[in-house]
Protein backbone atom coordinates (compact mmCIF):
# COMPACT_ATOMS: atom_id res chain seq x y z
CA UNK A 1 0.00 0.00 0.00
CA UNK A 2 1.04 3.54 -0.79
CA UNK A 3 1.69 5.75 2.66
CA UNK A 4 0.85 9.32 3.02
CA UNK A 5 2.68 9.77 5.73
CA UNK A 6 4.80 11.65 3.66
CA UNK A 7 4.40 13.61 0.08
CA UNK A 8 4.66 11.75 -3.24
CA UNK A 9 3.68 11.55 -6.85
CA UNK A 10 2.29 8.75 -9.07
CA UNK A 11 2.07 9.08 -12.32
CA UNK A 12 0.28 6.38 -13.52
CA UNK A 13 -0.89 4.40 -17.15
CA UNK A 14 -4.45 2.97 -16.27
CA UNK A 15 -4.88 1.53 -20.16
CA UNK A 16 -6.34 -1.67 -20.23
CA UNK A 17 -3.43 -2.49 -23.52
CA UNK A 18 0.08 -1.77 -23.49
CA UNK A 19 0.60 0.25 -20.45
CA UNK A 20 3.37 1.76 -19.66
CA UNK A 21 5.15 1.48 -16.19
CA UNK A 22 3.80 3.77 -13.55
CA UNK A 23 6.44 5.67 -11.36
CA UNK A 24 5.82 6.13 -7.71
CA UNK A 25 8.28 9.17 -6.25
CA UNK A 26 8.22 9.03 -2.73
CA UNK A 27 9.95 11.67 0.32
CA UNK A 28 10.89 14.74 -1.37
CA UNK A 29 14.48 15.90 -0.03
CA UNK A 30 13.12 19.51 -1.16
CA UNK A 31 9.92 21.24 -2.36
CA UNK A 32 10.03 24.29 -4.87
CA UNK A 33 6.55 25.73 -4.99
CA UNK A 34 4.81 29.06 -5.68
CA UNK A 35 1.46 30.48 -4.09
CA UNK A 36 1.14 33.79 -5.69
CA UNK A 37 2.09 35.22 -9.30
CA UNK A 38 5.03 37.11 -7.88
CA UNK A 39 6.73 33.73 -6.81
CA UNK A 40 6.03 32.07 -10.24
CA UNK A 41 9.07 32.86 -11.36
CA UNK A 42 11.26 32.40 -9.29
CA UNK A 43 10.13 29.03 -8.61
CA UNK A 44 10.52 28.16 -12.70
CA UNK A 45 14.37 29.39 -12.43
CA UNK A 46 15.15 27.27 -9.43
CA UNK A 47 13.43 24.25 -11.64
CA UNK A 48 14.87 24.90 -14.69
CA UNK A 49 18.37 24.58 -12.35
CA UNK A 50 17.54 21.09 -10.99
CA UNK A 51 19.42 18.31 -12.27
CA UNK A 52 17.74 16.03 -9.43
CA UNK A 53 14.37 14.15 -10.95
CA UNK A 54 11.29 16.63 -10.03
CA UNK A 55 7.49 15.82 -10.00
CA UNK A 56 4.73 17.58 -9.02
CA UNK A 57 1.50 19.92 -11.14
CA UNK A 58 1.50 23.11 -12.26
CA UNK A 59 -1.74 24.93 -12.00
CA UNK A 60 -3.26 26.39 -15.34
CA UNK A 61 -3.43 29.84 -13.53
CA UNK A 62 -0.14 29.81 -13.71
CA UNK A 63 0.32 30.75 -16.92
CA UNK A 64 -0.98 34.28 -16.07
CA UNK A 65 2.40 35.04 -14.57
CA UNK A 66 3.95 34.08 -17.57
CA UNK A 67 1.83 35.95 -20.37
CA UNK A 68 1.54 39.80 -19.70
CA UNK A 69 -1.40 39.90 -21.77
CA UNK A 70 -2.90 37.71 -19.54
CA UNK A 71 -1.45 39.26 -15.91
CA UNK A 72 -5.09 41.04 -15.30
CA UNK A 73 -7.02 38.08 -15.69
CA UNK A 74 -8.72 36.29 -12.91
CA UNK A 75 -7.38 35.58 -9.58
CA UNK A 76 -5.58 32.71 -8.03
CA UNK A 77 -6.22 29.41 -6.93
CA UNK A 78 -6.35 28.13 -3.46
CA UNK A 79 -4.22 25.65 -4.35
CA UNK A 80 -0.23 26.61 -5.09
CA UNK A 81 0.25 28.04 -8.41
CA UNK A 82 2.99 25.17 -8.90
CA UNK A 83 4.40 22.70 -6.58
CA UNK A 84 7.22 20.09 -7.16
CA UNK A 85 9.35 17.96 -4.96
CA UNK A 86 12.78 16.91 -5.69
CA UNK A 87 13.39 13.54 -5.06
CA UNK A 88 16.83 11.41 -5.18
CA UNK A 89 15.10 8.96 -7.76
CA UNK A 90 11.96 7.31 -8.55
CA UNK A 91 10.29 3.16 -8.08
CA UNK A 92 9.06 2.02 -11.39
CA UNK A 93 5.94 -0.30 -10.64
CA UNK A 94 4.57 -2.64 -13.40
CA UNK A 95 1.19 -1.53 -14.68
CA UNK A 96 -0.57 -4.24 -13.72
CA UNK A 97 0.80 -3.93 -10.12
CA UNK A 98 -0.28 -0.28 -9.20
CA UNK A 99 -3.95 -1.68 -8.50
CA UNK A 100 -2.72 -3.64 -5.64
CA UNK A 101 -0.86 -1.03 -3.73
CA UNK A 102 -4.33 1.27 -3.50
CA UNK A 103 -7.09 1.13 -1.19
CA UNK A 104 -10.16 -1.39 -2.18
CA UNK A 105 -11.84 0.95 -4.33
CA UNK A 106 -15.54 0.26 -3.08
CA UNK A 107 -14.00 1.75 0.18
CA UNK A 108 -14.48 5.11 -1.56
CA UNK A 109 -17.37 7.10 -2.70
CA UNK A 110 -18.42 9.99 -4.95
CA UNK A 111 -21.33 11.78 -5.30
CA UNK A 112 -22.77 13.72 -8.35
CA UNK A 113 -21.03 17.30 -9.09
CA UNK A 114 -22.32 19.80 -8.02
CA UNK A 115 -21.53 23.17 -10.54
CA UNK A 116 -20.70 26.36 -8.69
CA UNK A 117 -22.23 27.93 -11.34
CA UNK A 118 -25.83 28.52 -12.34
CA UNK A 119 -27.63 27.54 -16.08
CA UNK A 120 -28.00 31.18 -16.00
CA UNK A 121 -24.81 32.01 -15.19
CA UNK A 122 -23.45 29.78 -17.75
CA UNK A 123 -25.98 31.05 -20.56
CA UNK A 124 -24.67 34.54 -19.77
CA UNK A 125 -21.08 33.31 -20.25
CA UNK A 126 -21.59 31.60 -23.05
CA UNK A 127 -23.26 34.87 -24.84
CA UNK A 128 -20.15 36.59 -24.21
CA UNK A 129 -18.19 34.11 -26.07
CA UNK A 130 -20.23 34.21 -28.70
CA UNK A 131 -19.93 37.89 -29.10
CA UNK A 132 -16.42 37.67 -29.15
CA UNK A 133 -16.20 35.08 -31.56
CA UNK A 134 -18.82 37.21 -33.76
CA UNK A 135 -16.24 39.96 -33.45
CA UNK A 136 -13.02 38.84 -34.21
CA UNK A 137 -11.62 39.08 -31.11
CA UNK A 138 -10.83 35.21 -30.43
CA UNK A 139 -11.36 32.68 -31.83
CA UNK A 140 -11.72 29.69 -28.91
CA UNK A 141 -12.47 29.77 -25.46
CA UNK A 142 -12.54 27.34 -22.54
CA UNK A 143 -15.62 27.84 -21.11
CA UNK A 144 -15.24 25.79 -18.29
CA UNK A 145 -16.52 26.14 -14.22
CA UNK A 146 -15.66 24.32 -10.93
CA UNK A 147 -17.84 22.14 -9.34
CA UNK A 148 -18.52 20.14 -5.79
CA UNK A 149 -18.21 16.72 -5.06
CA UNK A 150 -19.32 15.09 -1.94
CA UNK A 151 -16.80 12.26 -1.24
CA UNK A 152 -16.09 9.79 1.82
CA UNK A 153 -13.06 7.48 2.17
CA UNK A 154 -9.28 7.64 1.36
CA UNK A 155 -8.74 10.01 -1.93
CA UNK A 156 -6.41 6.91 -2.89
CA UNK A 157 -9.77 4.45 -2.59
CA UNK A 158 -11.40 7.31 -4.94
CA UNK A 159 -8.61 7.65 -7.27
CA UNK A 160 -8.84 3.56 -7.10
CA UNK A 161 -12.23 3.54 -8.55
CA UNK A 162 -11.64 6.41 -11.27
CA UNK A 163 -8.97 4.40 -12.31
CA UNK A 164 -10.65 1.34 -13.17
CA UNK A 165 -13.51 3.26 -14.59
CA UNK A 166 -11.49 5.99 -16.74
CA UNK A 167 -9.03 3.42 -17.81
CA UNK A 168 -7.10 6.75 -18.93
CA UNK A 169 -3.45 6.62 -20.04
CA UNK A 170 -2.47 9.82 -18.24
CA UNK A 171 -3.11 9.35 -14.91
CA UNK A 172 -1.44 10.95 -11.35
CA UNK A 173 -2.17 11.42 -7.61
CA UNK A 174 -0.11 14.11 -5.78
CA UNK A 175 -0.30 14.93 -1.65
CA UNK A 176 1.62 17.59 -1.21
CA UNK A 177 1.21 16.77 2.44
CA UNK A 178 -1.59 19.52 2.58
CA UNK A 179 -3.60 18.56 -0.44
CA UNK A 180 -4.55 16.23 -2.75
CA UNK A 181 -4.45 16.10 -6.43
CA UNK A 182 -6.09 13.36 -8.55
CA UNK A 183 -6.05 13.37 -12.30
CA UNK A 184 -7.08 11.15 -15.14
CA UNK A 185 -6.59 12.17 -18.97
CA UNK A 186 -6.37 10.38 -21.93
CA UNK A 187 -4.79 13.28 -23.54
CA UNK A 188 -0.52 13.39 -23.85
CA UNK A 189 -0.47 17.22 -23.38
CA UNK A 190 3.42 17.00 -24.22
CA UNK A 191 6.31 14.72 -23.18
CA UNK A 192 10.50 15.79 -24.05
CA UNK A 193 12.44 13.05 -24.71
CA UNK A 194 16.23 13.45 -26.37
CA UNK A 195 15.14 17.33 -26.84
CA UNK A 196 12.27 16.25 -28.76
CA UNK A 197 8.83 17.88 -27.67
CA UNK A 198 5.88 15.75 -28.69
CA UNK A 199 2.11 16.79 -28.00
CA UNK A 200 -1.01 14.86 -28.70
CA UNK A 201 -3.73 16.99 -29.04
CA UNK A 202 -7.77 15.58 -28.77
CA UNK A 203 -10.42 16.90 -30.56
CA UNK A 204 -13.95 14.72 -30.86
CA UNK A 205 -15.56 12.19 -28.87
CA UNK A 206 -17.80 9.48 -30.43
CA UNK A 207 -19.82 6.42 -28.56
CA UNK A 208 -18.68 3.02 -29.51
CA UNK A 209 -20.60 0.54 -31.22
CA UNK A 210 -21.42 -3.90 -30.01
CA UNK A 211 -19.04 -4.69 -33.54
CA UNK A 212 -15.86 -3.49 -35.04
CA UNK A 213 -18.13 -2.13 -37.98
CA UNK A 214 -20.15 0.13 -35.71
CA UNK A 215 -16.77 1.58 -34.13
CA UNK A 216 -15.66 1.51 -38.10
CA UNK A 217 -18.57 4.10 -38.48
CA UNK A 218 -17.81 6.43 -35.17
CA UNK A 219 -14.19 6.36 -36.68
CA UNK A 220 -15.47 7.76 -40.15
CA UNK A 221 -18.04 10.20 -38.45
CA UNK A 222 -15.36 11.56 -36.57
CA UNK A 223 -13.04 12.31 -39.53
CA UNK A 224 -16.14 13.65 -42.03
CA UNK A 225 -17.85 15.75 -39.56
CA UNK A 226 -17.22 19.56 -40.03
CA UNK A 227 -17.12 20.51 -36.82
CA UNK A 228 -14.95 17.90 -35.26
CA UNK A 229 -12.43 18.35 -38.27
CA UNK A 230 -12.57 22.48 -37.36
CA UNK A 231 -12.10 21.73 -33.71
CA UNK A 232 -8.90 19.18 -34.54
CA UNK A 233 -7.82 21.52 -36.77
CA UNK A 234 -8.18 24.20 -34.22
CA UNK A 235 -6.26 22.89 -31.88
CA UNK A 236 -3.68 21.32 -33.98
CA UNK A 237 -2.84 24.89 -35.18
CA UNK A 238 -2.84 26.26 -31.32
CA UNK A 239 -0.11 24.02 -30.07
CA UNK A 240 2.35 23.84 -33.13
CA UNK A 241 2.19 27.88 -32.43
CA UNK A 242 2.84 27.39 -29.13
CA UNK A 243 5.29 24.47 -29.83
CA UNK A 244 7.12 27.71 -32.54
CA UNK A 245 8.04 29.67 -29.51
CA UNK A 246 10.28 27.90 -27.79
CA UNK A 247 11.28 24.77 -30.56
CA UNK A 248 14.07 25.68 -33.34
CA UNK A 249 13.00 28.26 -36.02
CA UNK A 250 11.30 25.59 -38.87
CA UNK A 251 11.45 21.91 -36.60
CA UNK A 252 7.62 21.63 -36.00
CA UNK A 253 6.10 18.61 -37.63
CA UNK A 254 2.57 17.68 -37.87
CA UNK A 255 2.76 14.39 -38.91
CA UNK A 256 -0.69 13.80 -39.42
CA UNK A 257 -3.65 14.86 -38.83
CA UNK A 258 -7.64 12.92 -38.09
CA UNK A 259 -5.74 10.25 -36.67
CA UNK A 260 -8.60 7.94 -33.96
CA UNK A 261 -7.35 6.24 -31.25
Not at 101 to 125: F, M, N
Request: charged content about 25%; overall charge negative; glycine content about 8%.
Amino acid sequence: MISADRPFVLLDDARAAEASPARLYRDPVETIFACGREDAAGALDRLRGETRPVAGFIAYEAGHAREPKLALLGSDPPLPLMWFGVFDGFTEIAAADVPRLLPDPRSGWTGKPVPQLSRAGYDAAFARVAEYIAAGDIYQVNLSFRADVAAAGHPLALYAGLRARAQAGYGGVVWTGKDWLLSLSPELFFALHEGKVTTKPMKGTAARGGSPADDAAAVEALRNDPKQRAENLMIVDLLRNDLSRVAQAGSVEVPRLFSVE
